[in-house]
């Protein structure tokens, strides 16, 4: 089945597939199925959020993040820009790739280059999200490629505005976008709203679920 993608606010998301449960940056979530595997991009309090990792984990749970976020936890795996891990579910079909890429502001203190935070190429059995993590616009997009759905941020401040946003799409050329860090800290519906005016390929806003 094509995975399901569920946008739990922020720049957190469910992904539900035949390959697996995905949690990406979950924060503040109340309540859903354990994960397979939890994919944390940085170490700021609103992408990594231990209680929610503790929420969402089973004994059978893979953790992935980069080094500042690895180091946390005794069972989390590092990943590193321009590498890729798989993970076999059991019982399920196939493994789960993940691609690391690089993710930072070129111009602004937040998310420096050197910290090595990411964002996530997950492949599931052909099927390929972009989890931009949060970046602006960098050079490194231009070697992103055959994504399906690109989850990118527009909330400004500390990530690409909607504007912004819309150059990423035309350097990785996803088939389908979905606005992401909105709704909470930075950025509203508005938007989400222009950047889906702007975009030149399909955009679905998801409504929040929690």
């Given at each position: 089945m094509v995975p399901k993608i569920e946008w739990l606010g922020h720049a957190?998301?469910?992904?539900?597939?035949?390959?697996?449960?995905?949690?990406?940056?979950?924060?503040?979530?109340?309540?859903?199925?354990?994960?397979?595997?939890?994919?944390?991009?940085?170490?700021?309090?609103?992408?990594?959020?231990?209680?929610?990792?503790?929420?969402?984990?089973?004994?059978?749970?893979?953790?992935?993040?980069?080094?500042?976020?690895?180091?946390?936890?005794?069972?989390?795996?590092?990943?590193?820009?321009?590498?890729?891990?798989?993970?076999?579910?059991?019982?399920?079909?196939?493994?789960?790739?993940?691609?690391?890429?690089?993710?930072?502001?070129?111009k602004k203190q937040f998310h420096p280059l050197a910290n090595g935070w990411l964002g996530f190429v997950v492949d599931l059995g052909g099927f390929r999200i972009y989890h931009s993590g949060d970046t602006d616009v960098i050079p490194e997009m231009a070697g992103i490629r055959n994504i399906d759905v690109a989850l990118l941020p527009v909330g400004g401040t500390y990530t690409m505005g909607p504007k912004e946003a819309v150059e990423a799409v035309k350097v990785i050329k996803p088939k389908k976008v979905i606005p992401m860090h909105w709704g909470d800290i930075v950025g509203g519906r508005a938007d989400a709203e222009l950047f889906k005016k702007l975009c030149p390929c399909e955009v679905e806003i998801l409504e929040q679920m929690r």
């Amino acid at each position: 089945m094509v995975p399901k993608i569920e946008w739990l606010g922020h720049a957190s998301f469910r992904i539900i597939s035949d390959q697996g449960i995905i949690y990406i940056d979950p924060w503040k979530v109340s309540s859903g199925p354990k994960a397979d595997l939890i994919l944390v991009t940085h170490s700021h309090h609103d992408h990594l959020s231990m209680d929610d990792i503790r929420r969402f984990s089973g004994p059978d749970t893979w953790v992935v993040g980069p080094a500042d976020v690895a180091s946390k936890m005794k069972k989390a795996h590092e990943l590193r820009p321009r590498s890729y891990l798989e993970f076999p579910v059991k019982g399920k079909m196939g493994p789960i790739r993940v691609e690391g890429y690089n993710a930072y502001n070129p111009k602004k203190q937040f998310h420096p280059l050197a910290n090595g935070w990411l964002g996530f190429v997950v492949d599931l059995g052909g099927f390929r999200i972009y989890h931009s993590g949060d970046t602006d616009v960098i050079p490194e997009m231009a070697g992103i490629r055959n994504i399906d759905v690109a989850l990118l941020p527009v909330g400004g401040t500390y990530t690409m505005g909607p504007k912004e946003a819309v150059e990423a799409v035309k350097v990785i050329k996803p088939k389908k976008v979905i606005p992401m860090h909105w709704g909470d800290i930075v950025g509203g519906r508005a938007d989400a709203e222009l950047f889906k005016k702007l975009c030149p390929c399909e955009v679905e806003i998801l409504e929040q679920m929690r």
